[in-house]
């Protein structure tokens, strides 16, 4: 039999069984894609508790740049405190703290988004945009003797963990 008695390349019963199957596919691909909806999706954020060294490995005077939480770990005369580094303003990472200048008379880091300007001290804004100042999250010790921060509780500008 020749091409043109066929009638082309598929015939009648080929094509309808493709439509056929276009049709189901249709059908069952949303119907799949409704049913996953149905299953949250899992968020996976960082932990809140975040485990350090021990506190003897930092020296006094020192300031510490946790990159993956953001934020910075000092230690002073009275102890340590742990500051975040995210502006208050459109949540930036601030730059690292520096010395006291003419312009602000005591060590501060600036924001290189915006401009804001906080104090190292006790995270306040010395210069806006930022509405409020830095959070101060809680330091405390580990059963092991490591320093621990929970990035998830606020403490007041005071705080010192006293080791």
């Known amino acids: 039999m020749s091409e043109s008695k066929k009638g082309g390349i598929f015939s009648r019963r080929g094509l309808l069984g493709i439509g056929w199957f276009s049709f189901i596919v249709s059908m069952v691909g949303p119907a799949l894609a409704n049913i996953r909806f149905l299953f ?3 968020v996976y954020e960082p932990p809140s ?10 020296a006094r005077g020192s300031a510490t740049f946790v990159e993956d939480q953001r934020f910075y770990l000092f230690r002073d005369g009275e102890g340590f405190r742990a500051i975040s580094a995210v502006c208050t303003h459109l949540r930036c990472t601030i730059n690292s703290f520096g010395p006291a200048d003419a312009e602000y008379g005591e060590p501060h880091a600036h924001c290189p988004c915006h401009g804001s300007v906080f104090a190292q ?3 306040r804004v010395l210069k806006g945009p930022a509405p409020v100042a830095l959070e101060i999250y809680e330091v405390g ?3 092991d003797g490591r320093l621990v921060v929970d990035t998830a509780r606020r403490v007041d500008a005071g705080f010192r963990f006293r080791v």
């Open 49 to 58: 508790r975040v485990k350090l060294g021990k506190p003897e490995e930092y």
């Open 40 to 42: 949250p999706n899992v």
């Open 121 to 123: 001290k006790d995270g």
């Open 141 to 143: 010790l580990a059963p």
